[in-house]
């Protein structure tokens, strides 16, 4: 089983509808990380977590909101999905190292 | 300012020759760590290696290598011995021990040529 799970790893979803993506991992870590993948961009941080009651905008947190529900668990949620959010998104987790989920790739229609 | 910049978008080598991906980096921080990710086209993201701020020597993982020059602030990825499982997208990335988060440059497209 993979340390950090991402679900779902598709989605299409229509514009205008909340969407949630959940990440869990069993590596232990109190940090986590949501980031953004946009051909050419790299990759931009939208939120991050050091523990649950901690919660931190990155560069590119409009449009998105996060919950962490404990500390394996850290959601993010596009509140109204436009289609500039059509994006392959990946969680992460760190001690020293950042481990990756094997990414969601969302297409906004 | 970019934190890390990648200046090549695409390299092609040629199969069981060696490559270098370029990567300069931005920080006042005088402890950080700089790193090397892996984006095969299945889109995972796999880790590499790992350069330490104050080692003083480069380090090496197998065929993976990276060129740390620490007053040119450039943190090169060398991949000897190409295999056709290279062919992906490379990401150069650090964290400053101090900061709260990684910074990753926009990647560069490396295709293995048989």
């Known amino acids: 089983d993979a340390d950090v799970t991402q679900t779902p790893r598709n989605r299409i979803t229509k514009t205008g509808k909340r969407i949630m993506l959940e990440c869990s991992q069993t590596?232990?870590?109190?940090?986590m990380y949501w980031y953004r993948q946009d051909p050419g961009l790299g990759l931009q941080l939208i939120y991050y977590s050091f523990d649950v009651k901690d919660i931190n905008k990155g560069e590119i947190s409009d449009g998105y909101s996060v919950s962490r529900q404990a500390q394996a668990k850290f959601s993010l949620s596009l509140e109204s999905a436009i289609p500039n959010q059509t994006a392959l998104y990946f969680c992460a987790t760190s001690d020293f190292l950042a481990f990756f989920g094997q990414g969601t790739r969302l297409t906004v229609v | 300012a970019q934190k890390i910049t990648q200046t090549q978008p695409g390299m092609f080598v040629q199969e069981k020759e060696a490559v270098t991906l370029d990567c300069t980096y931005d920080?006042?921080?005088?402890?950080?760590?700089l790193f090397w990710y892996k984006q095969p086209s299945s889109g995972e993201m796999i880790f590499l290696i790992y350069?330490?701020?104050?080692?003083?020597q480069n380090a090496t993982e197998g065929r993976y290598s990276l060129n740390f020059q620490k007053a040119r602030k450039s943190a090169n990825l060398v991949i000897s011995a190409s295999q056709l499982g290279d062919s992906a997208m490379y990401f150069c990335a650090m964290r400053e021990i101090t900061g709260n988060q990684f910074y990753f440059g926009t990647g560069t497209s490396l295709t293995v040529i048989p």
């Open positions: 350069q330490g701020s104050y080692d003083q």
């Open positions: 590596k232990g870590h109190d940090r």
């Open positions: 920080t006042s921080d005088p402890s950080y760590g």
